[in-house]
């Protein structure tokens, strides 16, 4: 039909082939596009540094070790790898790690370096596309008092840039009397997914500098569920857009509706259950949740990975909420009064400590509450003030917690200077059950 | 390596396959870019951009297999765009002889009949004629029936006539 026409749009192409191409030209300016891409994504990864996270602290309830149970095969397991042991004790609160460690996901490495009489080994990993726990040992020929990281950071050997999203590294190590060696893990989480290959870990210990190469196994693949269903706790909507189950963590991706007339803080009750009434919960050690407080979230879990159940259900009966309307604590640093927080007047004796702006928060029956978490800081003309640190004691048996935020020294006409909260004690219920599979 | 298993790991953020991945079908998009815009300054800059959106791009990418169509379309999408922003295209025969062709009449004419076209016929004509893809391939990337894409062919084809048959060998150049 168009014979001729397609004739000469063949003709055309031919006649471009046979135009001179200064290749080094092109090569040039692929270099310098892909150079300006790199630029972008260096400024857009510290832009995203900006994103709220939670961090869970670990509680060590003397009751966790009983209510494990261990299979004799997973006993065995245990001890025929060196070490293992006290892998297994640190990850005890996290069922999906356990099951990963029981199904022989956890990966071995045993590389250390040496510097001066410190020594650092990695002793081995859990990975997966989304992210890295390394398991490690510091050891000295000195008994050492207290130990912490200054800094870790993972790279990959080839240079590929890796978007790092979260790290959490911060246990502190303590000993009265002096230990030779002290164990701990690290959790680095990614934005973008990685590939299994070899990666650097460049740690930072007493001034001294660190780096241990690893090299990273075949990952196992996610399992995706879309969902798109909505939870609603008096009258508060979130959707449940996608569960992702990776080996590390399960992701729940949620959206706040708009229309919403409080605002939804942590949702520390969301788990998973199973069709035998198997619950996968938070994360009760590391980061817990991510992204935007108002409209898109993402809470992680326990993974059910490794236990596959037939049928899974995303179950929530409360969520920590806040009118919207009221959503922040304003504090008059000048004369240490709270001007306004949000109903039940939980916060109370705003004092200085060491550089911390601290508060008492009432958490009345919820004596195990453990929510910590101020957000953005803004001064009387709504510039942002920075803080880098936060604090909250954990008292087990009182219902008075203590909470902390750093903040640098301010001049009196700043005040009062406006928090946003990231948790407060005040719940909204329900009963919702979502089919997920 | 093979192109998917390439593509794959530029997804997961691999550098050296992304960059294996755009040497690869380099030469394909400087001709593009060459029979859209005539100038090779303006070819080369174009190579820059479509490396620079396809780095941004590259994790919104579905299926690998489609990697080359992905890539040449953000191309044709680049140069639609840079015609746009022209009031007029002005050949002269500086343009044409830096293009290092001498050309015949008709081949002026038809160039000058795809830039008559709309941008989806142009899209179309491009991906199928200069680049022989499959209509499949372009069905898939374009996420529509091929079907669709085949009456968008057509239509293409006959748009082409059209601007063909009104020049009538009547060339303002």
């Known amino acids: 039909m168009f014979e001729k026409e397609e004739e000469q749009l063949t003709n055309l192409k031919k006649e471009f082939d046979n135009v001179p191409i200064s290749l080094d030209s092109i090569d040039n300016a692929i270099l310098t596009g892909f150079q300006k891409a790199k630029a972008d994504e260096r400024k857009s990864i510290r832009k995203k540094k900006s994103i709220y996270s939670f961090l869970a602290a670990a509680l060590l309830l003397l009751g966790l070790f009983s209510t494990i149970r261990i299979s004799p095969a997973f006993a065995s397991y245990i001890s025929e790898i060196p070490g293992m042991e006290k892998i297994v004790k640190m990850i005890l609160d996290d069922k999906g790690r356990m099951a990963a460690v029981e199904n022989k996901y956890y990966q071995e490495q045993g590389i250390y370096d040496e510097v001066g009489d410190l020594k650092v080994t990695i002793d081995g990993t859990i990975s997966d596309e989304m992210g890295i726990v390394l398991f490690y040992t510091i050891e000295s020929k000195e008994k050492m008092n207290e130990m912490m990281f200054g800094d870790v950071k993972i790279r990959a050997k080839d240079g590929t840039v890796l978007d790092e999203a979260f790290i959490s590294y911060g246990e502190s190590h303590h000993s009265e009397k002096g230990e030779y060696a002290f164990s701990g893990e690290i959790e680095y989480f990614f934005e973008v997914p990685i590939a299994p290959k070899e990666y650097i870990v460049d740690l930072k210990l007493k001034n001294k500098e660190f780096t241990i190469p690893l090299t990273l196994k075949e990952f196992k693949e996610k399992k995706e569920y879309a969902v798109q269903q909505t939870m609603e706790l008096e009258g508060q909507k979130i959707i449940v857009e996608k569960v992702t189950i990776y080996p590390l963590r399960a992701a729940v991706k949620l959206k706040m509706d708009p229309n919403n007339k409080k605002q939804i803080l942590q949702l ?98 919820h004596s195990k509450y453990s929510g910590m978490g101020f957000g953005t800081i803004k001064d009387v003309q709504g510039k942002e003030i920075e803080s880098h640190a936060q604090s909250m004691s954990a008292d087990e048996e009182s219902n008075m917690k203590r909470v902390g935020i750093e903040l640098p020294i301010l001049k009196a006409e700043q005040n009062p200077i406006t928090i946003e909260l990231d948790f407060y004690p005040l719940w909204i219920k329900g009963n919702e059950k979502i089919r997920i599979k | 390596m093979g192109t998917e298993q390439l593509v794959k790991k530029a997804i997961k953020g691999n550098d050296d396959a992304f960059l294996q991945l755009i040497q690869t079908y380099k030469v394909d998009l400087y001709k593009t870019a060459l029979s859209f815009l005539r100038s090779e300054e303006e070819a080369l800059e174009a190579i820059q951009e479509v490396t620079y959106r396809a780095y941004k791009g590259i994790r919104k990418i579905k299926e690998a297999s489609y990697f080359k169509t992905w890539l040449i379309r953000i191309m044709i999408n680049y140069c639609n765009d840079q015609l746009k922003s022209r009031k007029r295209v002005i050949l002269n025969d500086e343009m044409l002889s830096s ?75």
């Not at chain 1, 995303?314 to 001007?339: P, S």
Request: negative net charge; contains cysteine.
């Open chain 1, 268 to 365: 520390e009750d969301l788990r998973l259950v199973g069709e035998n009434n198997e619950v996968w919960g938070g994360i009760v050690n590391g980061i817990t949740a991510s992204g935007d407080k108002d409209s898109d979230r993402e809470i992680y879990l326990q993974s059910n990975y490794f236990n596959e159940p037939k049928e899974l259900y995303l179950v929530l009966n409360k969520a920590q909420a806040i009118d919207k309307e009221n959503a922040v604590v304003v504090v008059d640093t000048e004369k240490m009064k709270i001007l306004k927080q949000p109903a039940g007047n939980k916060l109370s004796n705003v004092r200085k400590e060491d550089g911390y702006l601290v508060f008492d928060l009432n958490v009345g029956k």
């Open chain 2, 99 to 173: 293009l290092g062709v001498s050309e015949n009449h008709t081949e002026m004419e038809l160039k000058d009949a795809m830039l008559g076209l709309d941008e989806k016929s142009r899209e179309i004509l491009t991906l199928k004629y200069f680049h022989d893809l499959k209509i499949k391939d372009i069905a898939d990337t374009m996420q529509c029936p091929e079907g669709t894409v085949k009456t968008w062919l057509n239509k293409a084809l006959k748009a082409l006539r059209e601007k063909l048959e009104e020049k009538g060998g009547n060339v303002n150049v």
